[in-house]
C-alpha cells in the first residue's frame, strides 16, 4: 500500500486523468438532468393541451341583463382557465378569472349588447388554446 | 460477430461510456414518447367513446303524483294479530295480501278490564322521562260493581313500550273515593306540547296480591326514614353531607334536627345530587323546640350550591316566630316574608317549589296534617334583591340555635309549569276485540323533495270479514306525538262491503305536520271500537304517495355504451335553469326520471340533457 502511494505521488500525471473523469461525470450528469426536467416539461405541457375539453352546455341571450351567459362544463382531465371570450372575433370583458377544477361546471358571463335576430360567433379560449365555441343566433 | 465486438470494446477504452450514453438517450425517448402515446390514447378514447354516446329525451309530460310507497318493514301489531302473509303481499295490488285478525293487546289476562291514559306535555320543551304523573279515577263506582278490590291492590299502572308491557310502580292516594289519585313515573319522553297513550291501568283481579308500590320508584325522592334510630344520619350514602352546626339523626322513624350556631344549616341529600329541573318539594315537619329569634328557623331547601359556602340556596321556612313562614335566599337576601300561625308540637305539611331559580321567585305553603291541603299558597313571592342561583343541591334547613325539629315522608318530584295533564279513555273490557296496526312508509325525497309536495294521500285495499264495524286511516302527528287523523280530507272513517274495498285519504295541507324530517309516515289502521265479532281483514295493498305538480322526463340510451346524465336545462323565452342529475342509462335502455320540482307550463320551452362526456340531447316543444 505505502509502495502504490509512493509511486502516485511520485507519479506527476496521475492527477489528470482522474480530474478529467470527474468533470466527465459531473458534466454527464448535469447534461441527462437537464435532459430528464426537459422531458418532463415539455410531455406535461403536451399532455395537458391534450387533456383539456370544455363544453358549452347551453348559451343564454339574457334578457334581463343584456348580456351573453355560457354555461360550461369541464369534461377533461385537468383544470382549465378561461383566458380570452370573443364575440365575433372581438375579445369581451367576462367574469375573470374564470376557472373550472376537473368535472365542474359555471355560468361565464360575458358583458355585450346583443341585438335580437343577429348572428354571433362565440369563442371561449382557454390559457393553453382550446377553442369553444360556435354560431348562435340571438332570439 | 459478437466477439469482435467484445474484442472491439476491450480494446476501445470509451467503447463503454458510449454505450451508456445510447442507452440511456434511448431509454429517455421510449420513455417520452409512451408517456404522449398512452395520454394520447386515453384521450382519444374518451372522444371515440363521446362519438358513440346516443342519448335522447322521448317524452316530458306533466305529473301530478309520486309512485307508491310500501312498507319498509313489517307492520306492527299493537291490537290484534297477524294471521298469514308478510308485509310484501301489500306492495301491489295483485292476489297476495296479508291477514289480520281482531283481538286485544292485553297485559295480563287475570285482569278483566282498563282504561287507557293519556298524558299531555303542556309545555314547549320536552317532558323528561322519570317525570310524575297523576291521573284521578273514580274508584268508589269501580268498587261499588265489583269491578275493583277496595284495598286497591288489583289496580295496576302498566306501560306499554312498543314491545313489552312493564307495570310501573304506583301510589294510590284517597282509594276507595269517587277522586282517587294515581301517581306514577313516567316511562319515556314527551316531545314540547305531545302526548304519550302508552299507559293504562288495569283492574278487575279479585285474587290481586300486592301491587308494586315503592314510592321511590314513583317519585325523584321520597323517604319516610321507617328505619333504625341512627346518632347521625350522614353515616348514610344518601344524606352524607351537613353544612353549618347542629345534629341530624334518626329516632322514632323520623328525621331529628337539633340546631346549633352555624350557617347554612343543611343537611344535603346526596343520593340526588344536583337537580337541574325545576321541583316540587313536600315535607311533614314538627318543632318541638323554638328559642324564637332571627336564628331560630327551620324548614326546606333547593338550588343549594358553595357561594359562599357549601348548602347555600333557596329555602322555604319558619322563622322568627310562630307566625311567619319566610323565603331566604341564604347568606344574599331575605325575600317574601309571609304569615302563618303555627303551633309547636303540631304536624305540618310544608310543600315548597321554585320554579326557574333566574326569576328568583318561589312558593311555600304549609297547612296541618289531616287537613285538605289549600289550593292557594301561603307565600308566593320572591327571595329579595340577592343574586339569583341555579340549579344544584336540594335538602333540609336545620336551626342556627338549640330547637328541635323532626321531619317525616320527605317527597320531591319534578315541575313543570304548567303540569302536563291526565285523561283516561272508555272502558276496555279483555274480551273486546280490536284490530290497530301501524307501518313506516318512506318517501323519496331525493325525487320528491318535500318542499315542493302538496299533499300525501294514503291508500289500502282491503276486505274484512264483517261489514258492520268502520275503519280508520290514521297518521302520526309529530306535534301531538299521537295517531291522529287531523286535518285529513275525511275523518268519517270507512264501512267496508263484502268484497275488495279501496280506501283513501290526503293529508291536505297538513301533511307537514305528519312527514318527519327524513320523509318517514307512520301511518295505522284502526277499526272503531271494541265489539264482539272477532273481525278478519285482508290487505291486498297499503302504500302512500306524493302529490306534486312535477314532470316525468323519459331518456333512452341509443348508443353502445353506458351514458350518466349529469345536467338537465328547461329553457324558454325568459329563463335558462339548470338541475344537477345524476342517473344512469345502460346502453339500449330507457328510463323515467320524476322531478318535483320542475313544472312545465303550457308555453313553449326547450329541454336539453348533457351527458358526463359532453354530448346533448334535446327535445323542444314547440
Known amino acids: 500500500m505505502a509502495v502504490k502511494l509512493r509511486k502516485f505521488l511520485r507519479d506527476k500525471r496521475a492527477i489528470t486523468p482522474v480530474l478529467s473523469n470527474l468533470l466527465l461525470t459531473v458534466v454527464a450528469v448535469a447534461a441527462m438532468a437537464l435532459a430528464t426536467t426537459a422531458t418532463y416539461v415539455i410531455t406535461t405541457n403536451l399532455r395537458e393541451n391534450m387533456s383539456e375539453r370544455v363544453i358549452v352546455e347551453d348559451l343564454w341571450f339574457n334578457n334581463s341583463t343584456g348580456n351573453i351567459n355560457v354555461y360550461l362544463r369541464n369534461i377533461g382531465k385537468v383544470a382549465i382557465h378561461v383566458s380570452a371570450a370573443y364575440i365575433n372575433h372581438t375579445s369581451q370583458p367576462f367574469n375573470s378569472p374564470f376557472n373550472l377544477e376537473i368535472g365542474a361546471h359555471g355560468w361565464l358571463n360575458i358583458s355585450y349588447s346583443w341585438a335580437s335576430g343577429s348572428l354571433y360567433y362565440v369563442d371561449i379560449v382557454t390559457n393553453r388554446g382550446t377553442h369553444v365555441g360556435g354560431y348562435y343566433k340571438a332570439p | ?622
Open chain 2, 1 to 622: 460477430m459478437l466477439e469482435a465486438i467484445i474484442k472491439r470494446l476491450k480494446h476501445d477504452k470509451h467503447g463503454v461510456s458510449n454505450v451508456i450514453v445510447v442507452m440511456l438517450s434511448l431509454v429517455l425517448i421510449v420513455v417520452i414518447v409512451a408517456n404522449v402515446v398512452l395520454w394520447s390514447y386515453q384521450m382519444n378514447q374518451l372522444d371515440w367513446e363521446k362519438m358513440h354516446e346516443n342519448v335522447e329525451i322521448t317524452d316530458v309530460a306533466n305529473v301530478t303524483s309520486s309512485s307508491w310507497f310500501g312498507v319498509q318493514r313489517e307492520y306492527m301489531v299493537n291490537m290484534g294479530s297477524r294471521i298469514n302473509g308478510t308485509c310484501i303481499d301489500t306492495h301491489a295490488i295483485d292476489d297476495q295480501y296479508e291477514s289480520f285478525r281482531e283481538g286485544s293487546n292485553w297485559w295480563n289476562t287475570n285482569y278483566g278490564f282498563r282504561r287507557q291514559i293519556t298524558i299531555v306535555n303542556n309545555v314547549a320543551s320536552m317532558l323528561d322521562v322519570g317525570y310524575s304523573v297523576c291521573v284521578t279515577i273514580n274508584t268508589a263506582s269501580l268498587v261499588s260493581a265489583s269491578k275493583m278490590l277496595s284495598d286497591g291492590n288489583d289496580l295496576r299502572v302498566v306501560y306499554w313500550s312498543g314491545s313489552n308491557w312493564i307495570e310501573l310502580d304506583r301510589e294510590v292516594i284517597d282509594m276507595n273515593s269517587t277522586s282517587t289519585q294515581v301517581w306514577f313515573k313516567t316511562q319515556a319522553t314527551i316531545e314540547a306540547n305531545g302526548s304519550d297513550s302508552n299507559y293504562y291501568i288495569y283492574y278487575r283481579n279479585p285474587s290481586a296480591g300486592s301491587p308494586p308500590a315503592n314510592k321511590i320508584n314513583v317519585y325523584l325522592w321520597y323517604d319516610d326514614f321507617d328505619r333504625a334510630d341512627k346518632p347521625d344520619i350522614t353515616t348514610e350514602a344518601s344524606y352524607s353531607v351537613k353544612t353549618g352546626g347542629g345534629a341530624w339523626s334518626i329516632e322514632t322513624n323520623k328525621l331529628k334536627n337539633v340546631g346549633a350556631a352555624g350557617d347554612p344549616n343543611k343537611l344535603v341529600i346526596t343520593g340526588l345530587g344536583n337537580v337541574n329541573a325545576d321541583i316540587d318539594m313536600l315535607v311533614k315537619i314538627e318543632v318541638t323546640s323554638f328559642a324564637g329569634g332571627d336564628l331560630s328557623r327551620m324548614g326546606l331547601s333547593c338550588c343549594m350550591d358553595t357561594n359562599p359556602s357549601r348548602g347555600s340556596g333557596y329555602c322555604g321556612l319558619f322563622h322568627q316566630d310562630t307566625s311567619s313562614l319566610d323565603l331566604l335566599n341564604d347568606l344574599r337576601s331575605w325575600g317574601t316574608q309571609g304569615t302563618y300561625g303555627w303551633s309547636l308540637n303540631t304536624w305540618y305539611y310544608m310543600r315548597f317549589r321554585v320554579i326557574d331559580p333566574a326569576s328568583r321567585l318561589g312558593k311555600v305553603k304549609v297547612w296541618q296534617v289531616g287537613t285538605t291541603e289549600p289550593n292557594a299558597w301561603t307565600v308566593d313571592g320572591n327571595f329579595g334583591g340577592g343574586t339569583a342561583r341555579t340549579y344544584g343541591e336540594v335538602g333540609f334547613l336545620g336551626s342556627r340555635t338549640t330547637d328541635t325539629t323532626y321531619f317525616d315522608e320527605i317527597l320531591i318530584r319534578y315541575m313543570t309549569d304548567p303540569e302536563p295533564s291526565t285523561s283516561l279513555g272508555a272502558e276496555e273490557s279483555q274480551g273486546d276485540n280490536r284490530l290497530d296496526i301501524d307501518g313506516t312508509f318512506v318517501i323519496d325525497t331525493s325525487t320528491y323533495p318535500l318542499s315542493y309536495l302538496q299533499t300525501v294521500e294514503i291508500q289500502i285495499r282491503f276486505r274484512s270479514s264483517d261489514t258492520g264495524e268502520k275503519w280508520y286511516l290514521k297518521a302520526y302527528n309529530r306535534m301531538s306525538s299521537t295517531y291522529i287523523d287531523s286535518g285529513f280530507n275525511s275523518t268519517t272513517g270507512y264501512t267496508p262491503t263484502t268484497g275488495w274495498d279501496y280506501y283513501a285519504v290526503n293529508l291536505t295541507d297538513q301533511w307537514n305536520s305528519y312527514a318527519y324530517g327524513n320523509s318517514t309516515v307512520y301511518v295505522k289502521i284502526v277499526d272503531e271500537g271494541v265489539d264482539g265479532n272477532q273481525t278478519t281483514i285482508d290487505i291486498d295493498f297499503f302504500a302512500v304517495r306524493v302529490v306534486i305538480n312535477g314532470t316525468k322526463f323519459t331518456f333512452q340510451n341509443k348508443g353502445s355504451l353506458t351514458s350518466h346524465l349529469v345536467s338537465l336545462w328547461v329553457t324558454n323565452s325568459t329563463n335558462h335553469q339548470r338541475y344537477d342529475m345524476n342517473i344512469f342509462i345502460n346502453s339500449g335502455d330507457s328510463v323515467s326520471y320524476i322531478r318535483g320540482d320542475i313544472s312545465l307550463q303550457n308555453t313553449p320551452y326547450m329541454v336539453k340533457v348533457v351527458t358526463e362526456r359532453g354530448n346533448t340531447a334535446v327535445l323542444t316543444n314547440p
